[in-house]
């Protein structure tokens, strides 16, 4: 059996171990004086000796303990135990490395920008560096006197001190126009007071902990309230900075806001709070400081916008405006690179026309608008294949094509009856019903060009209309046999299913 104690303001604390048959065996830690029960993560850490009998009871004697509401104690196996404080300590030694390595970024980005925000970012993380390292209980590895209450009072100076620090981070990353004057005062005032709150609270090592404790956690929620208003105007107001920086202060904010009102005592193997909190720094130390580096650049990403422009007009004229998807000439291009492929590897390849029957009807019907929005729904459907091996496409009105690249003969032509249920599975609303579409099949192998398959692929879309529609209909197949209306799906459940969704999606 072990208990686990997180560390809290005490003189001297005793463990007695009750055993069954009477006997107490007693350990103590004091003041400046762990020994070598400190376990990283300010953890102190008493194991039963072993004996025969087992032990049965447990005993705690406090001198002078500031608060028995800060107490957080865990009954564990001695294993169990030594593995949490393992766990615990190579978490706070990889979150301290990050905090470290942000403080030092941030520093040396403030001298080579001469800017204030990197500055207070730089000393926030390096308080946050020296609040883990005293919490996690590291520094006793250089000096054992600092053991229970001095590195207790150290980090609750520490934890003030770098609330005021990020309050004066926020607000200098922020331009001064996007926030109103008075609430920029009041957020640094805030800020101010949590600091200064945090000197008579560190040297407190009586019962009145708990009402500074109190005091401490209004002023924190108070200061959050103030930042989040600050980030939330000059996002309003069109600020970059808020925007860049907002995801970097909500989990900060959530995670005090959290540790104030939720008892976390039992989270991340005993760390509770304090684990938390240096989590949610180090996460917030990281983002800043990508966007940070991300604000630097902004020069050459302006220089880059204006190729990406041109870019995305050049794609814009390439794609259909009403569906999105590729027009005849973004298709063409794309089936050069895909038809190249097929030659290379010696598979086929294949162009699909899919026609909406009785379209026309719709349009006159239901208006025009009715019939856009059932294009916009069969293109939102056939976009599902559309991938490495699959290109779709509207060539205007109602005819859309799919290029499809490694199928033929019987499994090609159950694919292209799938794409024919699908969509006449789409939900249209109640003023319409199936719409169905015919599909017209030409394939090749090898050299072939675009306007040969397009030539034969309409001839076969022309027989499947005449056949009836709703249907699919293969150019150049034997005997002109390529004709698969719907009372012919149960022939296809002994064909073998190819899952393209998945495959091309």
Known sequence: MALMLHNTRFDRLRVGFVYADGLTQWQQVATGAFGAHWRAGGQILFSAPDRRVAPVALVL?????????????????????????????????????????????????????????????????????????????????????????????????????????????????????????????????????????????????????????AVLGIATLADLVAVALCLGIAWRRGSGEARAFAGAWAVPMVVLATTQVVDTASLFWGGGAQMLVLLGATWQTLWISVAATHRLTRIRLERDRARQAEATAHELARRDPLTGLRNRRGLVEAVDAMIGQGEDEHSPFALLLVDVDKFKTINDTHGHEVGDQVLCRLAGRLSRWDGAMCAVARFGGEEFAMVVVGLSGPVLTQFADRVRQEVAECDHGPALRAVTVSIGIAEARGAADFQSLYRLADEALYRAKQAGRNCVMSAGRPGGDGILPASMERELERVERVSLKHTYS
């Open 61 to 213: 004697r406090f001198d002078r303990l500031a608060s028995v509401h800060l107490l957080r104690m865990r009954l564990l196996g001695v294993d169990e135990a030594n593995l949490q404080a393992n766990v615990l300590a190579a978490a706070v030694g990889c979150a301290l490395t990050l905090l470290f390595l942000g403080a030092i970024y941030n520093t040396a980005l403030a001298i080579a920008v001469r800017r204030q925000f990197p500055a207070w970012l730089g000393a926030w993380a390096a308080c946050m560096v020296l609040w883990g390292f005293f919490w996690s209980q590291f520094d006793l590895l250089m000096n054992g006197a600092l053991a229970g209450a001095p590195s207790s009072q150290i980090c609750t100076a520490l934890a003030c001190l770098a609330v005021t620090l990020a309050t004066q981070g926020a607000v200098t990353a922020l331009a001064r126009d996007t926030v109103p004057v008075a609430l920029r005062r009041v957020t640094i005032g805030c800020g101010l007071a949590t600091g200064a709150l945090g000197i008579p609270a560190s040297l407190v090592r009586g019962s009145s902990i708990d009402a500074w404790g």
